[in-house]
């Protein structure tokens, strides 16, 4: 059973930057791999869940309007981890931010990292 553990989160001023992590525990490198579909959400209090960035095993990326030049995902196969990194941080990127992996099969969520921008 595939777990994701997401770390990097914190209270941060606007204008800061954050880096997220989340790793694959407890799964191999070739299941890593397997799960096409890799990427972050975030939901806000009173919100909806939304996607925020994608990557895909070619590393080809894609961003939500609101976070494009912003953020930048990124992954690390030799680690089974994928990475969000934030700058130019604003209040209203303020969330809890969860790590998703999975395929057409299967469907892994992290606990979720909670990132707060306030000065």
């Known amino acids: 059973q595939v777990q994701l553990v997401e770390s990097g989160g914190g209270l941060v001023q606007p204008g800061g930057s954050l880096r997220l992590s989340c790793v694959a525990s407890?799964?191999?490198?070739?299941?890593?791999?397997?799960?096409?579909?890799k990427g972050w959400y975030r939901q806000a209090p009173g919100k909806q869940r939304e996607l925020v960035a994608t990557?895909?095993?070619?590393?080809?990326?894609n961003y939500v309007d609101s976070v494009q030049g912003r953020f930048t995902i990124s992954k690390d196969n030799s680690k089974k981890t994928i990475y969000l990194h934030m700058n130019s941080l604003k209040p209203e990127d303020t969330a809890v931010y969860y790590c998703?992996?999975?395929?057409?099969?299967?469907?892994?969520w992290g606990r979720g990292t909670q990132v707060t921008v306030s000065s």
């Open positions: 998703n992996m999975g395929d057409c099969n299967t469907d892994y």
């Open positions: 407890r799964s191999i490198l070739s299941t890593f791999i397997s799960l096409q579909n």
């Open positions: 990557i895909t095993n070619a590393g080809i990326t």
